[in-house]
């Protein structure tokens, strides 16, 4: 078989990097990022771990970030639907 009758490999999840690329941010091996309101990822040797947070005041979550992102985060919205739910 000649190699060109082979199927092409993307290889660029083989390809050793000091840092992630998450939702087209990058993010330095090491550093934890927050990608949405209620989303953290820290970029590790193994790929991006990403986590939800736990919001204990969903009031300073709208102060700190716009509705509309907010509304867009279901991890935000399961936290704090009822807050939410009253705007």
């Known amino acids: ?3 060109s009758e082979l199927p092409e490999m993307d290889l660029n999840k083989w390809v050793d990097r000091d ?3 998450i939702d087209e941010r990058v993010v330095s091996r090491g550093r934890t ?3 949405t309101p209620c989303v953290t990822c820290t ?3 193994e790929g991006a ?3 939800s947070i736990t919001v204990d005041d969903c009031s300073r979550l709208l102060r700190d970030f716009s509705l509309s992102v907010i ?3 279901p991890v935000c919205l399961i936290q704090c639907s009822q807050q939410l739910k009253r705007l």
């Open 1 to 3: 078989m000649a190699c």
């Open 43 to 45: 970029c590790t040797l």
């Open 71 to 73: 509304q867009k985060d």
């Open 33 to 35: 990022k927050r990608i």
């Open 19 to 21: 840092y992630c690329l």
């Open 49 to 51: 771990e990403c986590h």
